[in-house]
């Protein structure tokens, strides 16, 4: 890998280590690429993808609004954000970045598609520990199809 390209770092990070749950790798790979590249709103955003995995939710807030401070058009980062705030069972918060990101986007699907979950389970007062898989409806845009909530074979959620 060459260890000045960017995008390298980033989509081993995400798209390998992630996803064969080496979270601390994927994470400093994220970093890397966001030294590399510190304006990029994708290597910034799935940055906080990256946290999200790790089940580091005010991490991936914090980075996530790093994000839209570059670009507050970016309406990944926004679904994104509203993902994190999801897990972390801030409903309200949640449903106003997926309806930003909706605005940004209006061909997104996914945040339509993420607002109808949270409608089902946010107002019924229950935790995103109840709400169900998370793989199914937070799926991550990926050639190699990361999903979060993703977790190597054999190994059982927590």
């Known amino acids: 890998m060459n260890p000045a390209y960017p995008t390298a770092h980033h989509w081993y990070g995400l798209h390998y280590l992630a996803a064969t749950g080496r979270l601390d790798e994927a994470i400093a790979e994220g970093r890397g690429a966001q030294q590399l590249d510190p304006l990029s709103l994708i290597t910034n955003t799935e940055l906080g993808v990256a946290y999200i ?3 580091q939710y005010d ?3 914090e980075q996530l609004r790093k994000a839209l401070e570059m670009d507050q058009g970016f309406y990944y980062a926004h679904w994104r954000l509203g993902t994190a705030y999801v897990m972390k ?3 309200q918060d949640a449903i106003s970045e997926y309806q930003r990101g909706e605005t940004a986007q209006r061909r997104s699907a996914g945040a339509g598609a993420a607002r109808a979950r949270l409608r089902r389970f946010g107002q019924a007062g229950r935790g995103a520990q109840d ?3 998370v793989e199914g ?3 991550a ?3 190699l199809g990361v999903q979060l909530g993703a977790r190597p074979c054999g190994t059982r959620r927590a």
Do not use: T, W
């Open 89 to 91: 069972g801030s409903f």
């Open 53 to 55: 995995l790790a089940r």
């Open 137 to 139: 409806d937070f799926r």
């Open 141 to 143: 845009p990926s050639r």
């Open 59 to 61: 991490n991936a807030v």
């Open 131 to 133: 709400a169900g898989p």
